[in-house]
Structure formats: structure tokens, C-alpha cells
């Protein structure tokens, strides 16, 4: 039996979201990012307009700025992205249980056992889906509509915003074959440097190529590659309550001045595991493992890791992770520019907890659990700010003690 696969992909996500609240400004070009009076002046998102003018995304507003004098700049809000990415997805879900994000705004649907009781096409089915997001967000997406996967993904691709594409078993051949070799999903710009220096110039040379000599030069992912060029990827569409979106939970700020002394690493440290740890406790997971991101002036990035004894969701031993990783990694006196740090190794399995069997001498980590989930009922009533760490009390590097605006990096 064939299988029909979809993916949607919303168009311009961010930007589409923060104009539903400035419709005139719809025509405009417009982009989302930070401040760049606060060197935080990146574009994370913008509207077809803006791409007019060859502005991308993860570019300085001052080069886009450059490319288009008149760019309209609009601030991130993550948590309206995160209420649309869930209203979206229940929609996908009337028509399959097979729905798969792949990130905030884009989701892989099964929809091979929806067409008889829909009485539709794949395309068709796409159409609808396409219809009922706009008509009940105000947003568009494009929708690619193949046999597995990486087609599908490369469908949704092909034409935006606000399309349908075919590719099946007779057109992928003259759809795809002809576009770069960089173009096939999962080839990022190395690999395409190394099958440029084999003379593999386009996604059809690379289908055409000795599946053998592709494994020997690029190991499992040549054959992988091999495969995904001529349509025979194969891997299913996961169940939505499989799904868990959460990989990684990670808080990260480029601060408004360079972080210098360990007291200014301490500051930084303390708010962003606090945060970070909040943000498991909500989500009901743990983590093995702490990842931090250290940023220079320079723009010279190191990133390490530190494997903990056993999960948990506490600030105080993110904290105690984060602090052992900088010392053993930095040297105190250089400047930070941004600093990240991520739960990694996520789980939901609490069975591994370890009592206590001295019941008249609670262990730390019990009056830190006592402690930080008590923070977490008075900041779930009053705010998120409603308390915070002494040393964030007006303090000059653009955390946000609860009294002025702060834009975050924030990542799953």
C-alpha cells in the first residue's frame, strides 16, 4: 500500500504571528529581532516582504537595515509562537493521529489511512488543512505531499507561501533531480563541498552515483544520502503522544556588557539555571546532563558538557554543573559575551529518586526541592518575577530582574 505523507510548514512563523496584531503593517517589510542598543541585533524571523530585499535570517539588523532602510523591527514572543504551534498541531490532528513536529512550526502527517474516510486525495486533504489554519489562525503554511519523508519535507519547500506540491513516485525525478546537490535535505554546506569535489553537482547526479563508492567516501551518510535522492527513505511518521518536543531545554543571554569576574559569572549562572530548571519542573522532566555555551567578544564560541550523577530538575545542581564546567574551562578574567545553558539528556523517569533513610536530617537536595518548588507556586500566582536572586536586583548586564523588557535565546 502506498503511503501518503504531508509536510507543513508555516510560512514566516514568527513574523506571520506578531502581524496578526499589526494587520496594516501585513504589506510592509517587516522582521523580528532584538535590540540592537542592547547588542542583540540579530534577525530571528521575517515576512515575505523583507525576503524581497535578501534579508535572512541569523543576519545583524544593522546589515539588514542596510539592505532595506525602511525595515519595520518587531520583538520576539515566544510563548504566542508556542500557543500557535499547539493550536496548529490540533488541528493536524483531525485528520491523523500520525502527526510528528519537526520543530515549532513544522509537522510531518501520516495521512495515509485518512483519504477513504475523508473521501479525498492527499492533495486535496493538504488543500483542506491549508484552509482551515487560515481560516481559524489567520496564518498560512505550504504543504509538500509525497511518499516518505524527506520528499514531503522538500515539497512544502518547493513553492511558498501558501501552496500545495506533488511529489510522487512520477515527477520527483524531473522536480528534484535537476536542483543543486546542496538542496537535498540533510546535505549541509561540508558535505556539499565534499561531493562538489566529487563532481556530484546535483541531487540527480548524486541518485545516479555507485551507492559503494558514496558509503566509502562519506561513511553511513552517503548511503543515507544515496538513498534519500532516489525516494527510498522509509521511515515512519511517529503518533503525536509519542512525540516529545522537548530534547533539550536551554536559557541563554547576550548580556548588555561583557560578563568579567566570577561574580558576574555567578549572577548569569543563577538566573539562567533557575530558569532553566523551572522550565523542566513544568514540563514534568529531568535531565542527565548540563551543556554550556560561552560566547567572546570575539564571537569565538566553546561549548562543554558535564554528565550528572543522576537526573534532576533542580536550579541548585544545574548551578553547581554550570559553575564546575566554567571553572574547569575559563579562565575568569576574559570577557563573556553570551552565556547558554541547557538541560540535555532529558527523561520523565523519576524512579531512579533516592531516599532518604535518615528521616530527622532531610538530605540538601530535599530542602532545595522544598525550596524551589515553593518559588514555583508563588511565581505561578503572582509572576515570573514575583521573585528572584538578590544579585539580579538592578544590575547592569540585561537580566531582567522583572522592571524592563529582556530578550532571551530559548531552545528545545
Known amino acids: ?9 508555516m510560512n514566516s512563523f514568527f513574523a506571520s504571528v506578531e502581524l496578526l496584531d ?16 542592547d547588542r542583540r541585533g540579530i534577525i530571528l524571523a521575517k515576512n515575505e516582504a523583507a525576503k524581497k530585499y535578501g534579508i535572512k535570517t541569523a543576519e545583524t539588523i544593522w546589515s539588514a537595515k542596510q539592505k532595506c532602510p525602511q525595515l519595520v ?20 490532528l483531525r485528520y491523523t493521529d500520525l502527526v510528528e513536529p519537526f520543530s515549532i512550526d513544522e509537522s510531518w502527517l501520516d495521512v495515509t489511512g485518512s483519504l477513504e474516510h475523508f473521501g479525498k486525495s492527499a492533495v486535496q486533504l493538504a488543500d483542506d488543512i491549508r484552509q482551515v489554519v487560515k481560516e481559524e489562525t489567520g496564518l498560512t503554511l505550504s ?11 522538500m515539497g512544502s519547500e518547493y513553492k511558498k507561501p501558501d501552496a500545495t506540491t506533488l511529489i510522487d513516485p512520477t515527477n520527483y525525478r524531473d522536480i528534484l533531480w535537476p536542483m543543486p546537490v546542496r538542496e537535498l535535505f540533510f546535505v549541509g554546506a561540508v558535505t556539499a ?8 553537482l546535483t541531487i ?13 567516501s562519506l561513511g553511513k551518510h552517503g548511503s543515507q544520502l544515496y538513498a534519500y535522492a532516489n525516494g527510498l527513505e522509509d521511515s515512519p511518521v511517529a503518533r503525536y503522544q509519542d512525540h516529545r518536543a522537548y530534547k533539550s531545554v536551554g536559557n541563554g543571554i547576550t548580556f548588555k556588557r561583557n560578563l568579567v569576574g566570577i561574580e558576574d559569572v555567578r549572577t548569569a549562572v543563577n538566573a539562567l539555571s533557575d530558569r532553566v530548571a523551572g522550565r523542566l519542573r513544568s514540563q514534568g522532566l529531568r ?25 534532576t530538575d533542580l536550579g541548585s545542581e544545574i548551578r553547581r554543573a554550570a559553575m564546575d564546567l566554567i571553572e574547569k574551562n575559563w579562565q575568569f578574567g576574559d570577557p563573556i559575551r553570551l552565556l547558554t545553558v541547557t538541560a540535555i539528556n532529558l527523561t520523565d523517569d523519576k524512579s531512579d529518586e533516592q531516599l532518604s533513610f535518615d528521616l530527622l536530617t532531610p538530605r540538601p537536595e530535599a530542602q532545595d526541592r522544598a525550596v524551589e518548588e515553593t518559588l514555583d507556586s ?4 503572582f509572576g515570573r518575577y514575583a521573585v528572584v536572586y538578590g544579585g539580579l536586583l538592578g544590575n547592569d548586564l540585561g537580566i531582567s530582574d522583572g522592571r524592563r523588557d529582556e530578550i532571551e535565546y530559548e531552545e528545545r
Request: charged share 30%; proline share 8%.
Open 22 to 37: 499589526y494587520p496594516s503593517l501585513r504589506d510592509r517589510p517587516v522582521a523580528v529581532g532584538g535590540n540592537p542598543k
Open 73 to 92: 523591527l518587531l520583538p520576539p514572543h515566544h510563548d504566542k509562537y508556542e500557543e500557535y504551534c499547539g493550536r496548529i498541531n490540533s488541528i493536524y
Open 1 to 9: 500500500m502506498a503511503r501518503w505523507i504531508l509536510h507543513c510548514d
Open 378 to 381: 508563588i511565581r505561578k500566582k
Open 143 to 153: 504543504a509538500g505531499v509525497s511518499f516518505n519523508k524527506i520528499f514531503a519535507k
Open 193 to 200: 563541498e565534499k561531493l562538489h569535489r566529487m563532481n556530484i
Open 204 to 216: 540527480g547526479d548524486l541518485a545516479r552515483s555507485d551507492p559503494e563508492f558514496l558509503a566509502l
Open 287 to 311: 535531565c542527565g546532563g548540563v551543556k554550556l555555551d560561552i560566547k567572546d567578544p570575539d564571537f569565538r564560541v566553546i561549548t562543554r558538557q558535564l554528565q550528572l550523577a543522576r537526573p
